[in-house]
């Protein structure tokens, strides 16, 4: 698997990221957690990133209520990957009556850290997992900082922000003197483009790293559901598809895969791998986020992993979901 450089963030990657996201749940809700991978589950998926070429896992505090990190830090003790970078995020609470809460205090950062590097044995990246409206942005780009200049982390990053949010950040850390962030993780997929219009030239023009996440849109971005088969009990679609896939599972994108179905078979490879290869070739990728379920849905990132796409066939694709 090739390998990309992760912003100004000294980091050298591999070209897709592991994302722990299902490990002891789905995502960060309370009421999908026990859903997604067992933690047995969860160290084979590790162990098949790691002989894959993977060199980055992506995680989170809240993920499986801690499950993940835990299962993550786990793994990294046991098997002591080389060059393995080592990405978390912090800000993001779920509570008991499935309600979420946002805190990116000082107080929140410096407390969550210290339980992360417990749980993790490190924290390379450290990033605030959605923005917090009742925290100034100074105090928390502050906390980040300091942490970086501890040497308690390597580099920060900013999760599910808007552009109006990433220009405040960037210019609040100017004007304060404080460590920029080097790296934005938002969702971006063929079904989901929206950061393309307004995010992504600025995060191109500043130089910073973009990691995507939901690259196959819970599964609708593969030959799964084509031909009127439907979710299966336990997929994502079935398990979280109004929790966090909300409106790709319809007809009218149904007919776009297909659609991708057409060119995949005409460069004899699968829907699911040309869907990877379109995002990780994209101009302001750096390294898409995966997170196979099975060991059979590995074959999607070793397909994108066989595949270039020039400019022709990137926009080809493209306009399929346009």
Do not use: C
């Given at each position: 698997?090739?390998t990309?450089?992760?912003?100004?963030s000294g980091?050298?990657?591999?070209?897709?990221?592991?994302?722990?996201?299902?490990?002891?749940?789905?995502?960060a809700?309370?009421?999908?957690r026990?859903?997604?991978?067992?933690?047995?589950?969860g160290l084979?998926?590790?162990?098949e990133?790691r002989?894959?070429?993977?060199?980055?896992v992506d995680?989170?505090?809240s993920?499986?209520?801690?499950e993940?990190?835990?299962?993550?830090?786990?793994?990294?003790?046991?098997r002591?990957?080389?060059?393995f970078?080592?990405?978390?995020?912090?800000?993001l609470?779920s509570?008991s009556?499935?309600?979420r809460?946002?805190d990116?205090?000082?107080?929140?950062?410096?407390?969550?850290l210290?339980?992360s590097?417990?749980?993790?044995g490190?924290?390379?990246?450290f990033?605030?997992?959605?923005?917090?409206?009742?925290?100034p942005?100074e105090?928390t780009l502050?906390?980040?900082?300091?942490?970086?200049?501890?040497?308690?982390?390597?580099?920060?990053?900013?999760?599910?922000?808007?552009?109006?949010?990433?220009e405040?950040?960037?210019?609040t850390?100017d004007k304060?003197d404080?460590?920029r962030?080097?790296?934005?993780?938002?969702?971006l997929?063929?079904?989901?483009?929206?950061?393309?219009?307004?995010l992504?030239?600025?995060?191109?023009d500043?130089g910073?790293?973009y990691t995507?996440?939901s690259?196959?849109?819970?599964?609708?971005?593969?030959?799964?559901?084509?031909?009127?088969?439907?979710?299966?009990?336990?997929?994502r679609?079935?398990?979280?598809g109004?929790?966090?896939y909300?409106?790709?599972?319809s007809?009218?994108?149904?007919?776009?895969?297909?659609?991708?179905?057409d060119l995949?078979?005409?460069?004899?490879?699968?829907v699911?791998?040309?869907?990877?290869?379109?995002?990780?070739?994209?101009?302001?990728?750096?390294?898409p986020?995966?997170?196979p379920?099975?060991?059979a849905q590995?074959?999607?990132?070793r397909d994108?992993a066989?595949i270039?796409l020039?400019?022709?066939?990137?926009?080809?694709i493209s306009?399929?979901?346009?």
């Amino acid at each position: 698997m090739r390998t990309t450089v992760l912003g100004t963030s000294g980091f050298e990657i591999s070209e897709f990221v592991f994302g722990a996201g299902s490990i002891g749940g789905v995502g960060a809700s309370t009421s999908t957690r026990g859903l997604g991978l067992s933690a047995e589950q969860g160290l084979q998926r590790l162990d098949e990133a790691r002989e894959l070429g993977i060199t980055v896992v992506d995680t989170a505090d809240s993920y499986g209520g801690g499950e993940s990190e835990k299962i993550v830090g786990h793994w990294l003790h046991d098997r002591r990957p080389a060059d393995f970078v080592v990405s978390t995020k912090v800000g993001l609470i779920s509570k008991s009556d499935g309600s979420r809460g946002v805190d990116l205090s000082k107080e929140h950062i410096e407390r969550r850290l210290e339980q992360s590097i417990e749980r993790l044995g490190r924290v390379d990246l450290f990033l605030s997992h959605v923005p917090d409206p009742g925290t100034p942005v100074e105090e928390t780009l502050a906390a980040f900082t300091r942490a970086q200049e501890n040497g308690l982390i390597g580099a920060y990053g900013v999760s599910n922000v808007d552009r109006q949010q990433l220009e405040t950040i960037l210019s609040t850390a100017d004007k304060r003197d404080l460590h920029r962030p080097v790296l934005v993780e938002n969702r971006l997929n063929l079904l989901d483009r929206t950061d393309e219009a307004a995010l992504l030239p600025l995060v191109v023009d500043e130089g910073l790293a973009y990691t995507p996440f939901s690259p196959l849109a819970g599964g609708v971005l593969s030959e799964r559901y084509l031909d009127g088969a439907t979710p299966e009990a336990g997929s994502r679609i079935a398990v979280a598809g109004n929790m966090y896939y909300k409106g790709f599972y319809s007809p009218e994108n149904l007919e776009k895969v297909a659609a991708l179905r057409d060119l995949a078979r005409e460069r004899a490879t699968s829907v699911s791998g040309l869907a990877l290869a379109w995002l990780r070739d994209h101009p302001a990728v750096t390294a898409p986020i995966v997170a196979p379920s099975t060991s059979a849905q590995w074959d999607a990132v070793r397909d994108a992993a066989a595949i270039r796409l020039d400019a022709t066939e990137h926009a080809r694709i493209s306009d399929i979901f346009s």
